[in-house]
């Protein structure tokens, strides 16, 4: 057996936590909650109602900012514990499953409210989205169109390697591995997006987050490049 069979043996009997039928549930849940708020909420709660569909509602835009950080924090989270595996530091924190886990965890969440950033944008007046320029890159012309292009095309990026995992026995593991380094520029797409169209851009702690998180992950990057080749120089 070669090893490109034996690794994707390997892939092939790691505990598949989340299967089609789950992911399908969940979609379906996000669906009906979202439906039935949209009917219980207006009858519960009519001042927040007329907050969000009075003459000037901020509101969207609000949300929308903070599940974009929010988004932000957990695609570079789920990319660090892909790295601490990778680099075996997870042994030492969090330990290989739980860092298993969170990674593959994690990355579906942050899909999910980088979801929620984009299209809640279409309640915002300003900057006026609809569900065609949400979805499509660089479609809204009045909104920093460029910048905001590549975080939709980091968003198309993130959604083909978190679902390449759904398939990874399918498509072999050296196609998934491919796929699956390309991360590294769904994230940068994401910060530049972030830093490029963002309000909050300016402000300290978006400064520091930015620099922070960045830094993290160059370091965790350049320890697993130099792991892999210091060996095959040291032969
Ligand atoms: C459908 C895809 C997307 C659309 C339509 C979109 C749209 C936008 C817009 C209009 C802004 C400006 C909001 C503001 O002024 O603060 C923004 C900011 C931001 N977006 Fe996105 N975005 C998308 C995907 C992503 C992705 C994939 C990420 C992260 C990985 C991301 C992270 C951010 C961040 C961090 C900010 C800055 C927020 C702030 O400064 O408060 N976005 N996005």
Known sequence: MS?????LNEFQS?????????????????????????????AWLPD?????????????????????????????????????MTNKMARAWPGGPTAYDLHQFVSLLGLGVVLFHGL????????????????????????KPTWVGLGQLSFYFWGIIVFSFYIRKRIG???WRLVHISSFLAY?????????????TSS??????????????????????????IPLYIK
Do not use: Q
């Not at 090893?3 to 690794?7: A, C, S």
């Not at 809640?120 to 909104?143: C, E, Q, W």
């Not at 993290?216 to 130099?226: A, C, D, G, K, P």
């Open 14 to 42: 790691m505990p598949t936590m989340i299967r089609y039928e789950n992911l399908l549930i969940i979609l379906m849940a996000v669906f009906l909650g979202t439906t039935i708020a949209t009917i219980v909420v207006p």
């Open 3 to 7: 090893k490109e069979d034996l690794e």
């Open 204 to 229: 300290l702690w978006a400064t520091v987050l930015y620099w922070s998180s960045g830094g993290v992950l160059l370091f965790f990057s350049i320890y697993r490049l130099l792991s892999r080749l």
């Open 48 to 84: 927040f109602v007329r907050t969000v569909l009075g003459p000037d509602p901020k509101v969207f835009w609000f949300l929308s900012r903070g599940s974009a950080i929010a988004g932000y924090c957990l695609l570079w989270f789920s990319m660090v514990m892909g790295l601490l």
């Open 120 to 143: 809640i944008l279409i309640g915002d007046r300003y900057a006026s989205f609809n569900l065609l320029t949400v979805l499509l890159p660089f479609a809204n012309p009045k909104y």
């Open 173 to 175: 593991i050296t196609v």
């Open 188 to 200: 940068l797409l994401g910060l530049i997006h972030g830093v490029m169209s963002g309000t909050d």
